[in-house]
């Protein structure tokens, strides 16, 4: 009786009801947002960089290097030669180089010239491998191409349907003579590499080849073995842990390439953003106070404003703690409402912002329930009770007869 | 009815209400008894102080002075959560403004007071509720809201309100007040028909000439003065 005089009071002022659960969602809402916002960004990037144990690549920035080659955007520092991708595959702390390049791109969409044994390459033995087939086979000969899911998904591409080339990174440089053929589209990876488009590596060469030539104003006469190879990333997977630090160290001598960890990156790149980061989240917990403050102020009032129906239960012969478990009840039921309401607007506001990050930027962020947001419900939905705690003691030690 | 129980009984009482520059009585009553099962009409002018008599006597109000006994028992010495469970199974009251919980139907305002009480088994306060509003004539708004009710049926709701737990006292304010004579007279006699029924006290409270002759004993009340602090007033009942 009491859960139904509480349920009933608060369907008696649906405005007010109303407005106290839309400011608990809102509030709870932008506190998922935030720490989803920040958690999924962490997973994500980390997530991005798995496949990749250590990556070699030209001497420059190890962001860019990072940036170019886990997650497809920027532009390459430069090449290496194929001499070190070579030496590097002959190594024996080496379980597998898979050379990277890039340079060409179809509609926007990067494609990355490599090996086939890109798609036997298992970043950590026995979850299987990387790159999977939804669809097709591995490319076999030059100029044919394997396909990412998304890649496929936004191109329309299938199967058997061909497309030429563009120069640089960016849709609308000239194009490419070669034709590509599809023969393979991948299953998501939920990564930058599934807006790639995987070729041969030696297709890349040869259309440099002929793409320098023709800049040359030179007749476009291909001899691959004549031209000097190059690679703009080699990826590589060390035989174990003790192999990658012995081979980082070796490769600290190494004058025409730089070796990196792509993990050991990020979380550089996240202590340096660090401090950013710290402000905004100051900032957002000033915000989600003053929410919180607001959320109490309004589970307060709307007590408050029952104090008639209070009174009247106290007239009827309602104890103090009859009165207590309806405020409460009526409080927490405004707040549970709104806490399930924010935690559900927050997880859709986090999906749109997914969205919009994993098409602009091609980092999918991890998302589903974090442990964070337990805290985040069982404090707020506390925080709220403990709001209405105070209306119950005033109108428990209130005058109930000037009301009746 | 026993007529020489006495089952209430107040000596000497007076409610003040102070603020900073003076001391309003509401009223003061230096003795009344009333025995079980008799029937009270309580008149006075407006503002005479009917209305805060009521909720002394049914333990809403404190007195500032002298003391309140029912069946012997002093209320204000009682705990304030006793008093409440005297409350709710002793006491059945009509408020001057009805005072129906807007949220709940017709029934659920019957229901809400017996669970308070629990002098009636769960199980039957249903049935108890709903033969109840029959036999006010409204067994087709059980399901219905206050706002849904005229101010006749909302008053036949309130009075079946009082008396759902049995109780030995009912405290009416003004009952007829709002009413049409045809309705005033129709609650009337519920109650007076339900108190003889029962056994219960009845204390209504009136300024209608018409009501008051209904009953074989009336209590007068007079307008207090309001007075300077440290001033007392005297305020009898007749």
New interface residues.
């Given amino acids: 009786m009491r859960l139904l005089i509480a349920w009933r009071n608060l369907l008696a002022k649906p405005v007010q009801s109303g407005l106290t659960v839309l400011i608990v969602a809102a509030t709870i809402a932008m506190l998922a947002v935030v720490t989803l916002l920040s958690t999924g960004t962490h997973a994500g990037l980390v997530r991005a960089t798995e496949p990749f144990d250590l990556i070699v690549g030209a001497k420059g920035s190890p962001n860019q290097l990072v940036l170019n080659t886990v997650f497809l955007k920027d532009v390459p520092i430069g090449n290496v030669s194929h001499e070190i991708y070579e030496k590097l595959s002959e190594n024996p702390l080496v379980a597998s180089a898979i050379p990277l390049a890039f340079g060409d791109n179809y509609k926007g969409y990067t494609i990355v010239g490599s090996g086939s044994d890109i798609f036997s390459h298992e970043p950590k033995v026995g979850q299987g491998q990387w790159l999977q087939f939804a669809a097709g086979r591995s490319f076999s000969v030059p100029f044919e191409a394997v396909v990412g899911a998304k890649a496929a998904q936004e191109l329309g591409l299938k199967l058997g349907d061909e497309f030429k080339s563009a120069h640089g990174f960016i849709p609308g440089g000239d194009t490419h003579d070669h034709v590509y053929q599809v023969v393979g589209i991948l299953q998501s990876v939920n990564g930058p590499y599934d807006q790639a488009v995987l070729v041969p590596i030696e297709s890349i060469w040869l259309a440099h080849e002929k793409h320098e030539s023709k800049a040359e104003g030179e007749v476009a006469i291909e001899d691959s073995h004549e031209h000097e190879h190059e690679v703009t990333a080699i990826l590589v997977k060390p035989k174990g842990y003790s192999e990658a630090m012995r081979l980082y160290q070796q490769f600290q001598q190494e004058k025409g390439a730089q070796m990196i960890f792509p993990a050991q990156v990020i979380v550089q790149l996240f202590s340096i953003l660090g401090q950013g980061e710290q402000m905004l989240r100051s900032i957002a917990y000033v915000i989600i106070v003053m929410g919180l403050m607001i959320m109490a102020l309004s589970v307060y009032w709307s007590a408050l404003g029952r104090v008639r129906d209070r009174s009247i239960l106290r007239a009827l012969g309602a104890s103090a703690r009859d009165i207590f478990t309806v405020i409460l009840a009526e409080s927490a039921l405004l707040t549970i409402l709104g806490v399930v309401i924010g935690i559900l607007t927050g997880h859709g506001i986090y999906l749109v912002l997914v969205k919009v990050m994993e098409s602009k930027t091609a980092i999918v962020l991890t998302s589903g329930v974090i442990p964070e947001e337990i805290y985040i419900v069982i404090g707020g939905t506390l925080f709220g009770i403990l709001a209405g705690l105070i209306p119950a003691v005033l109108t428990y030690k209130m005058d109930v007869a000037k009301y009746l | 009815m026993d007529g020489d129980e006495k089952m209430l009984e107040l000596n000497q009482v007076r409610k003040e209400y102070r603020d900073v520059l003076q001391t309003i009585t509401a009223v003061a009553v230096e003795h009344l008894m009333m025995q079980t099962g008799e029937q009270i009409a309580l008149v006075g002018p407006s503002g005479s102080g009917k209305t805060?008599l009521l909720?002394l006597i049914?333990g809403?109000?404190t007195p500032t002075a002298g003391e309140i006994k029912f069946n012997g028992i002093v209320l204000s010495s009682m705990p304030?959560?006793w008093r409440?469970?005297?409350?709710?199974?002793a006491?059945g009251?009509i408020?001057q403004?009805l005072?129906?919980?807007?949220?709940?139907t017709a029934l659920?305002n019957l229901?809400?007071?017996m669970?308070?009480?629990n002098v009636i088994p769960k199980k039957e306060q249903r049935q108890w509720a709903s033969q109840l509003l029959d036999q006010v004539g409204l067994s087709d708004k059980l399901g219905k809201f206050p706002h849904q009710l005229s101010m006749g049926e909302q008053q036949r709701v309130a009075a079946a309100?009082a008396v759902i737990n049995k109780p030995s006292l009912i405290l009416a304010d003004e009952p007829t007040a709002s009413l049409d004579q045809d309705n005033g007279l129709l609650v009337l006699d519920m109650l007076r028909q339900f108190a003889k029924e029962s056994g219960s006290t009845l204390v209504v409270s009136t300024h209608d000439r018409q009501i008051m002759n209904q009953f074989e004993r009336i209590c007068s009340l007079r307008k207090p003065s309001e007075e300077v602090i440290g001033s007392a007033t005297s305020n009898r009942l007749a």
């Fill in positions: 805060t909720h049914s809403l109000l304030e959560t409440d469970t005297w409350r709710a199974k006491v009251y408020f403004k005072n129906l919980l807007s949220s709940l659920e229901l809400v007071a669970s308070f009480a309100r």
